[in-house]
């Protein structure tokens, strides 16, 4: 994209278009998602199929 | 990595010295621990003391429960005060930045600010970064969705590169959506840029920094590898309200003292406040990827109080988060009403009790879950005291007849004894609390001198006397706010993330009565109903009542502008510095520009509303 700019000198009413040059150096950096929450679906769906299979009911 | 996951120093000196901060944090831990337990102790104790002469019900222990807790947290605050008193000793040789510089960004995240003001700021503070000898880029990160309020964007950064010359080092772009809110935004720069650099500078759009403040804290993390995080202590800046002003005087004279306590007690693993702090970009990149949590808002969904969770992650990731109150040259603007404090502290209410989810997020550090439960107990405790106000007005009316006859053919009346000892002596307490580290405070800058950058010990103490008349006041008001922002939020209702009304100024009595009649409404309710059922209670619940009556006038008349020299700070003699080179910037764009001016004179800060 190309860096332009129509400006309304009098008015001092620029309408500026995003430049290419505008935007910060690319330079990639690696960010893993974290893991803040325990697999609580799994274990309670764990705990209920156990649950279940003590009761004889799955 | 070490054993556990903790980043190890080289140096072994250096490694010493940690585990000694981290031995003297336990024991200050250890010790405010312990004073809020006795203090939360005997505040129930005389409690029960004097509930349980007239026999006891349940609301006895509801109500002993309900002023443990409550009584916990104001001693734990008080803690705080008293640690943070003491001076830092002897004085710290601040590190010089190392060459070659190491590569820097300023990261400047908006989203619908007011455009002129913000790229001021960056043009001041480029200016005083040169003038400090810091190479250092500027990144603009816009997450603004208005394609108005983006054209004005664009529109300025013209305006801002011609300015400073900062083509290729003064950057803008925009996110095509906003995931993620402000911690993907950042998120967004560190995977597609963060590699450039070593370390970023994270500010808001109205954070002022000074570029000598900047180079100091390039050397404070050069210096010390493993630090992740340096978070400043911000002053607030440019306040002209009675309620902005007094926050203002509480932020100068009294936030260092209690940061400086909260430092001592946190150690390694010490705060992110979201802004004014310098990050290890590899560090945030490898530890602070947030994931939006499962389920829908208010609870699930992006995390709103993003700052704590990075802090903590660090820490998990065997990083050190400091916070340094001494680092001069911080600031930030402030609400100028209860108005807009209240709308910021519902967003705020929301992202702290979102953290009930993160409580057992694996591998946090202990301290972390510990700041997690003290951001989520600093909302849940309006509730609480509200509950035990209900809970003193049922047991009251629940209290049995006195029995002056208990025992049968008894000749003598038994009166009930008399236990307004052990509520007078409560209360002086629980007051106490409250006032006695404001007192102390005020004390030590009056013995140090400090005071004079106040105008001086008298003036300084007016102001403090002020505060504390202003702030007695506001509690029930504030406790009313919080209590209904924690409500929704527990009711499932999401307040979402509004654009910020920075600076948002006078409020109409109109506008005060909007905002402010429910209170008044409840106040009269619990007023009437108390007169009704428990008349002798009616004086006890007079300094509570009256000012949830008076609210819209306590709204509206503290947003007014203050006049005189009350709540005078050292950051007001601005001469010399990056605000003193914004409020002129400032004044010379929006002039330039021929749009209308802001709502007050730039010279008092910066009160334009979101150009939107």
């Keep these: ?58 | 990595m070490g054993e556990n996951g903790v980043r190890m120093s080289a140096d072994p000196q250096r490694s010493d010295l940690k585990k000694q901060d981290v031995k003297r944090a336990r024991i200050y831990r250890v010790l405010s621990l312990g004073f809020s337990a006795v203090a939360a102790t005997t505040a129930t104790v005389l409690l029960l003391e004097a509930a349980v002469a007239d026999g006891n019900d349940v609301w006895d222990y509801a109500r002993a429960t309900l002023i443990f807790l409550t009584t916990a947290w104001l001693s734990w605050g008080a803690a705080q005060a008293l640690l943070g008193l003491p001076g830092r000793g002897q004085k710290r040789v601040v590190p010089d930045i190392a060459m070659p510089q190491p590569r820097t960004v300023v990261l400047v995240p908006i989203c619908n600010e007011d455009p002129v003001a913000t790229f001021a700021r960056i043009a001041a503070m480029d200016a005083s970064v040169q003038a400090a000898g810091v190479n250092a880029d500027f990144a603009v990160l816009s997450d603004t969705r208005d394609d108005d309020a983006a054209a004005q964007e664009r529109n300025t950064f013209v305006r801002l590169l011609a300015e400073t010359d900062g083509q290729g080092r003064i950057f803008y772009r925009r996110r095509q959506d906003s995931r993620g809110r402000k911690a993907g935004n950042i998120e967004d720069f560190i995977r597609n840029s963060g590699a450039a650099y070593e370390f970023a500078v994270i500010l808001d759009a109205d954070s002022l920094m000074e570029g000598a403040t900047i180079r100091r804290m390039i050397a404070q993390m050069q210096a010390d590898p493993k630090l992740g995080l340096l978070q400043t202590l911000p002053k607030i800046i440019g306040a002209t309200s009675l309620f902005g002003r007094a926050m203002q005087f509480a932020a100068s004279f009294f936030s260092p003292v209690f940061a400086r306590g909260l430092g001592r007690m946190q150690g390694d693993t010490g705060p992110f406040w979201g802004h004014n702090a310098i990050i290890r970009t590899g560090a945030f990149a490898e530890s602070c990827a947030l994931p939006p949590l499962s389920g829908l808002p208010p609870f699930g969904g992006h995390i709103l109080s993003h700052d704590y969770v990075e802090a903590a992650l660090l820490a998990r990731g065997g990083w050190t988060v400091h916070m340094d109150e001494t680092i001069p040259g911080s600031f930030e603007e402030g609400p100028e009403n209860v108005l807009s404090f209240a709308k910021r502290d519902r967003r705020w209410c929301q992202g702290n009790l979102q953290h009930m989810r993160l409580l057992t997020a694996p591998g946090l550090r202990t301290w972390s879950r510990f700041v997690f439960v003290q951001g989520i107990f600093a909302y849940i405790v309006s509730l609480l005291w509200g509950m035990f106000l209900l809970a003193s007005i049922a047991a009251t009316v629940m209290a049995p007849a006195p029995d002056y006859f208990p025992e049968p053919y008894q000749l003598f009346p038994v009166f009930p004894s008399d236990r307004t000892q052990q509520i007078i002596a409560l209360g002086m307490g629980i007051v106490g609390l409250l006032v006695v580290p404001k007192l102390g405070i005020l004390l030590q800058a009056i013995a140090t001198r400090r005071a004079q950058g106040f105008g001086g010990g008298a003036l300084a103490a007016g102001s403090v006397l002020v505060e504390l008349l202003l702030s007695s006041l506001m509690a029930p008001v504030m406790l009313m706010y919080q209590s209904k922002a924690v409500l929704q939020v527990l009711s499932g209702r999401d307040g979402g993330w509004p654009a910020n009304q920075r600076g948002e100024g006078s409020l109409t009595l109109g506008q005060g009565l909007r905002a402010g009649l429910w209170i008044s409404f409840f106040g009269a309710i619990a007023l009437l109903g108390v007169w009704q059922i428990a008349p002798a209670l009616v004086l006890w619940l007079m300094p509570v009542s009256l000012p949830m009556l008076a609210a819209p006038l306590l709204i509206t008349y503290s947003s007014r502008q203050l006049f005189g020299g009350l709540f005078k700070t050292p950051e007001e003699d601005e001469r010399g510095t990056v605000v003193a080179a914004y409020r002129t910037i400032h004044a010379r764009w929006v002039a330039q520009s021929g749009r209308p001016g802001p709502t007050s004179t730039p010279e008092a800060g910066d009160h334009a509303h979101v150009a939107a």
């Design chain 1, 1 to 58: 994209m190309k860096a332009e700019m129509n400006m309304e000198a009098a008015a001092l009413n620029a309408t500026a278009i995003e430049a290419t040059h505008w935007e910060p150096p690319m330079a990639p950096l690696d960010m893993p998602r974290q893991v803040l929450e325990r697999e609580a679906r799994a274990s309670s769906i764990g705990w209920l199929s156990r649950f279940a299979s003590f009761l004889h009911i799955a």
